[in-house]
């Protein structure tokens, strides 16, 4: 999770609230299918981005990023990314962005 | 009764506080039981005691003293890492979240009655259960490996575990020039990319202490079944001359005292260290309990609830199910199988309703040296219509290239998927 920073500015206007069809528990779900690699509510191991306590808008610009192929330096998200809905991933952000670090 | 009554008819939040009041004590709440503590089996019992507020019982059924990781144990054969380098306890499941582990065996399963038979004796009760039992080897298909002796002369090494250190004791004393053969199974099997990260290792391991060796891969498929580019490239590459891949060698029967293989059409076989992966179907205690109705060897569910569409009340994860299509037998996707299973479980026992879409995904990484590394990944999304999970369109991938930084984030990945499953 390198290079933030720059397009912290481009965030605007983009809706950032969960879809109206998702439970609460369902988000919860839809998270946890990232926890195997960041850890369980995002509180990830050494050598891996924590994303518990991560501003919502930052999750969401980086996944953003990753789906439109704009990490130079991805491995692995700018696959994974790609198989989540935005309204997913605002959910998903929101969720992580509430957690304790 | 007078419990079931209350789940049927009290309201979605009546029955959690009146969970959560009785959460510290014993006896009361739901009881679910969950056999085998792999990465399906203990997500699954750590995430219903999280997601129920700590107030639905879990047992887990387990034997082993701890958990020995399948992902990673190749590189114990090409001598990295050691077995303490991929064995975690069972403690923090107990001390941090309550679950109750029987360090005991699964003997049989009374669907009707809701009981599952311990080898000790004991008898555990459930309200759901949940059975991930992992594979276990059709010896049928290979009548001289039914004998004991030749089981533990002739190593599948395809559960982390003790024949993990007994094949690579088996190659620290293959003499120089020697040669280790391999037999891959037709798909599916566990760990589809496994078999040629496992030639890998091996011939890292030759390169550096037995140059003269070599690896024979007598695969039953028609071509390399996971990563073919990315390991034909590292074959002839890093280890030219060295590993030999030969398809359509379809395995029928070992002969363990002259270390000879059969084939179906091909000549016999010799060779100084033979390693059989042998075909797999679902866990024996699944499979005695009937749940194994796909050709009789692996378990059909329903992908919304994990739930056995053989027995009610009864959910089969991870390797032992009859998998969606592009869905791998891996330890992230056993993973994501407990966790999903977990939240419909907790949704039933709670009278909420189960996620009607659930999305997960896939991430695999194979280790071509001791420190470079090659991945796969992909994103499986639930279609309504067709009831199953299919990938995403236009996600996933693999690596271009084996490389070092994925190797890096292959340990983190092990680290973290630990943690998940087991902390």
């Known amino acids: ?101 | 009764m007078q419990r079931r009554h209350l789940l049927q008819t009290g309201s979605a939040l009546g029955v959690m506080g009146w969970m959560s009041g009785c959460a510290s004590s014993s006896g009361q709440g739901p009881k679910v039981v969950v056999i085998g503590a792999g990465y399906a089996g203990a997500t699954a019992a750590k995430y219903i005691r999280m997601w129920s507020d700590y107030g639905i019982q879990v047992t887990l059924v387990e034997p082993n003293p701890a958990f020995v990781s399948c992902p990673l144990s190749n590189l114990v054969l090409g001598g990295s890492k050691r077995m303490a380098d991929i064995t975690s306890p069972y403690d923090n499941l107990v001390r941090r979240h309550g679950v109750k582990w029987v360090q005991d065996r699964a003997t049989s399963i009374d669907v009707n009655k809701r009981l599952v038979q311990l080898a000790g004796g004991s008898a555990l009760p459930y309200d759901r259960l949940i059975v991930s039992p992992g594979v276990d080897f059709m010896w049928d298909s290979l009548p001289g490996m039914k004998q004991a002796s030749a089981q533990d002369k002739v190593l599948h090494a395809w559960k982390g575990g003790p024949q993990t250190l007994a094949l690579r004791q088996q190659l620290e004393a293959l003499p120089d020039g020697g040669v280790f053969a391999m037999s891959i199974p037709l798909a599916p099997y566990r760990c589809p990319p496994g078999p040629y990260e496992r030639a890998c290792q091996v011939a890292s391991y030759f390169s550096q202490y037995k140059p003269k060796s070599k690896v024979l891969i007598l695969d039953a498929n028609d071509d390399v079944t996971s990563k073919g580019a990315l390991f034909k490239k590292a074959w002839a590459e890093r280890y030219a001359g060295m590993i030999e891949y030969r398809p359509k060698h379809q395995l029928v029967d070992v002969d363990a005292a002259s270390g000879t293989l059969k084939f179906e059409f091909n000549d016999d076989l010799k060779a100084n260290v033979l390693n059989v992966i042998p075909p797999m179907r679902a866990g024996d205690i699944a499979f005695k309990a009937g749940l194994a109705t796909a050709n009789q060897r692996w378990c059909e569910v329903d992908f919304l609830t994990f739930e056995s569409k053989a027995a009610p009340n009864v959910h089969v994860l991870g390797d032992a199910i009859q998998i969606a299509p592009a869905m791998p037998k891996s330890g992230h996707m056993a993973n994501q199988h407990g966790k999903t299973c977990a939240a419909a479980v907790v949704a039933l026992l709670t009278g909420q309703s189960v996620n009607a879409a659930p999305v997960y995904n896939n991430t695999c990484y194979s280790f071509v040296s001791a420190k470079e590394v090659v991945h796969v990944s992909s994103v499986h999304r639930y279609d309504a219509d067709k009831k199953t999970m299919l990938t995403v369109p236009g996600s996933g991938g693999l690596s271009a290239a084996a490389n070092e930084l994925e190797g890096v984030y292959a340990f983190a990945w092990a680290q973290n998927i630990w943690a998940d499953t087991l902390a």
């Open chain 1, 1 to 101: 999770m390198k290079k933030i920073v720059p397009w912290l500015v481009c965030f605007g206007t983009a809706t950032l609230f969960s879809a109206q069809a998702q439970t609460a528990a369902d988000v919860r779900s839809l998270a946890a299918s990232c926890a195997a690699c960041h850890g369980t509510n995002g509180n990830a191991q050494a050598s891996m981005v924590t994303l518990a306590g991560m501003p919502q808008q930052v999750i969401v610009q980086k996944m953003q990023d990753y789906k439109a192929g704009r990490v130079p330096t991805a491995t692995i998200m700018h696959q994974l990314a790609k198989g989540y809905t935005d309204e997913e991933i605002n959910a998903m952000a929101a969720y992580f962005a509430a957690q304790k670090k």
